[in-house]
């Protein structure tokens, strides 16, 4: 019987576990110490500004599908979610341009600063990290696209 208890237990944890992750409700902690070389927060302003200006920089975003469809997301964005296990693989789909800069996003910051660790890896010269991510593009009242209506 208590084999059993803990047995139901451990699947109740994992089921938990499953739906805090799909629900964004999880929350990873930011990768210790500086950024990357070539990885650098900029302002809100500053963000909606290259946006705006710059076609030649990409806009990627590494929240979940069901955070990019409800919430919506920044303009000219592109969905890589992070918690994909082929991440790496997905973000090579986009054809971008290592030499040119890209602006990454998520939730609040974390997830966006761990990709920009992956991204240095891989060669990317420069990767600008809005300071607060999704929630203070949200908060300072910037233009959203594509969220769902409620």
């Known amino acids: 019987m208590a084999m059993n208890v803990r047995l139901l237990l451990l699947t109740l944890s994992l089921v938990h576990l499953t739906i805090s992750i799909a629900g964004e409700k999880m929350t990873i902690p ?5 950024l990357p070389a070539g990885a650098r927060e900029i302002s809100i302003d500053e963000t909606d500004k290259l946006i705006r200006e710059r076609s030649d920089i990409a806009v990627i975003d590494v929240r979940t599908s069901p955070e990019y469809a409800e919430q919506g997301h920044l303009p000219r964005a592109q969905l890589v979610d992070y918690f994909r296990e082929d991440f790496i693989a997905a973000l090579g789909t986009l054809k971008l341009d290592p030499a040119k800069p ?9 997830r966006a600063r761990r990709v920009a660790e992956k991204m240095a890896k891989l060669g990317f010269k420069e990767v600008l990290l809005p300071k607060g991510s999704f929630k203070a593009w949200k908060d300072s009242g910037k233009q959203i696209m594509g969220a769902a209506k409620k």
């Open 30 to 34: 930011p990768p210790r110490g500086p």
């Open 102 to 110: 890209c602006i990454v996003y998520c939730a609040v910051g974390a």
